[in-house]
Nanobody, 116 residues
Framework: EVQLVESGGGLVQPGGSLRLSCAASGFIFSSYVMTWVRQAPGKGPEWVSGINYGGGSTTYADSVKGRFTISRDNAKNTLYLQMNQLKLEDTAAYYC?????????RGQGTQVTVSS
């Protein structure tokens, strides 16, 4: 059974930093592209960042480029998102996501609130 468990969210002031983690199990983590998506209250899901199998290729939404860094540790089956220079508009629930076979899996999410 595919399981994704996010952690690391919290309340932070504008300009602050957080590091999100996603612990993965139930599939061969190192064989799959992983992504982070977020959803703000009242809005649809927004793709944030993706990383390829080995971690050598990463992509970012324009809204987070230069501030967020995605990475992975295949030995630990863990995905990360380092978020710096956080802005009010980064407030959202953050989810890690993987497509295995014909199914898309997403964790329960971790809440990030940026507020002064």
């Amino acid at each position: 059974e595919v399981q994704l468990v996010e952690s690391g969210g919290g309340l932070v002031q504008p300009g602050g930093s957080l590091r999100l983690s996603c612990a993965a199990s139930g599939f061969i983590f190192s064989s799959y592209v992983m992504t982070w998506v977020r959803q703000a209250p009242g809005k649809g899901p927004e793709w944030v960042s993706g990383i390829n199998y080995g971690g050598g290729s990463t992509t970012y939404a324009d809204s987070v480029k230069g501030r967020f860094t995605i990475s992975r540790d295949n030995a630990k089956n863990t995905l990360y998102l380092q978020m710096n220079q956080l802005k009010l508009e980064d407030t959202a629930a953050y989810y890690c996501q993987v497509d295995v076979g014909s199914r898309r899996y997403r964790g329960q999410g971790t809440q990030v609130t940026v507020s002064s």
